[in-house]
């Protein structure tokens, strides 16, 4: 029997999943940061603890191990990968492979060979592949290098709204009485004061508080809506530099602000930007755990997934199977 490793190393968790040549999962483990540009040790802890979490659940040792594939944020640039391969390496897997967590995330989210995703959840990033092969990754750098939103920029956002607020600079808005009773605040000048005496980071849990008042806060509207826009913009930009105007192909939607947020708040705008750059794209949102894609492609090299290892992933990893 021949097993398979997939491995979804994320901002803030890292998930690793071993299945059999049959898409049986026999072993799933979860940890921490597994983003290198956060802290290499701290990511190749979390990634070594999953893996080997993993593999003892399934019962199995790393040379039972026919392929594995690791999904990694941060996994954007040769720089990267030189800090990424002898980490991996490290790790006894005698056949790997090292991907952007992007790729992993469009794999999951279609069956065509080519095609668009677009990921927000800590951060944000843009990746596509045309039916050449050519790849092309726009963003996933920040804030200072073009990108805007996903969790961390969106609680700042969150955060800087209820200020501007109460300064008077901006309309009152409804973030202020739940972020105040999110951060245990008594109130705005409290806050203020607070976390500029500590210099205490914004909580990315606060970016979730957009969706809870969104439809009675014009504030919290105009926040994801522009997160749409900056969302399709990325997505635009790919589908142009890859000559993919006049193809039909899945623009997949991942990451936790997409997936498990209020998508009325996002996708039309998404949609809106992404459409003037190829009007025949189909949108859809990725339902299953990213680290499904992995696995896909640590599988594909053995003869590719059948219908049925497709069905069976797709019923263990589903987004709703996970969140149960």
Known sequence: MNYYLGVDGGGSKTLAVVCDETGRIAGRASSGCGNHQLGADIAEHYI??????????????????????????????????????????????????????????????????????????????????????????????????????????????????????????????????????????????????????????IPADLAKLLFEVAEFDETARSILARQGRELGRAAGAVIRKLDMESERFDLVMAGSILTRGDSRYIVPYLDEEVRAAAPAYELGILTLEPVAGALFMAMSEQGGTDEEIYRRIHQQLSVKAASA
Not at 154 to 159: G, K, P, Q, T
Request: proline share 1%.
């Open 48 to 201: 070594r603890r999953a893996v080997d979490e993993a593999l003892g659940q399934a019962g199995i040792g790393k040379e039972q191990v026919a392929r594995s594939v690791f999904g990694l944020a941060g996994a954007d640039r040769e720089a990267d990968f030189r800090i990424l391969r002898p980490m991996i390496a490290g790790l006894g897997l005698d056949r790997h492979e090292i991907v952007c967590d992007t790729v992993i995330g469009l794999r999951a989210g279609t069956r065509q060979a080519h095609g668009v995703v677009v990921i927000c959840g800590t951060g944000t990033n843009c990746y596509g592949i045309n039916r050449q092969g050519e790849e092309l990754q726009v963003g996933g750098f920040g804030y200072t290098f073009g990108d805007f939103g996903g969790g961390s920029d969106l609680a700042v956002e969150v955060f800087r709204s209820v200020i501007r607020a109460w300064e008077g600079r901006e309309r009152p808005t409804l973030l202020a009485e739940v972020v105040l009773r999110c951060l245990s605040m008594g109130s705005e000048e409290e806050m203020f004061h607070h976390y500029l005496d500590t210099g205490r980071h």
